[in-house]
């Protein structure tokens, strides 16, 4: 299994980004897929979770409104779009599935916000 994670930087509050994960490794199709991130110091937390067809999403409260996940079954590849960012969101994000047996993260992508 394999994440190629990309779409981070530095951004100005109040501006966009879209993340993007390829996978490859396993049938990305039946697996759903989630966002997390992490600032030094703290736990990983959930963002955003997205189901195997697309069809169900969860947000974190904090992100509700501003960002949205979706997923390209045939480019086997996730997608964060976030909008309104605020310097809170800075954080490194990291996409995620399981398997019963296991767990699976990418490498992480750096989001910055600041003027």
């Known amino acids: 299994v394999q994440f190629v994670e990309s779409g981070g930087g530095l951004v100005q509050p109040g501006g966009s980004l879209r993340l993007s994960c390829a996978a490859s490794g396993f049938t990305f199709s039946s697996y759903a897929m989630t966002w997390y991130r992490q600032t030094p110091g703290k736990e990983r937390e959930l963002v955003a979770s997205i189901s195997s067809t697309g069809g169900s999403t969860v947000y974190a409260d904090s992100v509700k409104g501003r960002f949205t996940i979706s997923r390209d079954n045939g480019k086997n590849t996730v997608y964060l779009q976030m909008n309104s960012l605020k310097p809170e969101d800075t954080a490194a994000y990291y996409c995620?599935?399981?398997?019963?047996?296991?767990?699976?993260w990418g490498q992480g992508t750096q989001v910055t916000v600041s003027s």
């Open positions: 995620h599935t399981a398997s019963k047996i296991s767990d699976y």
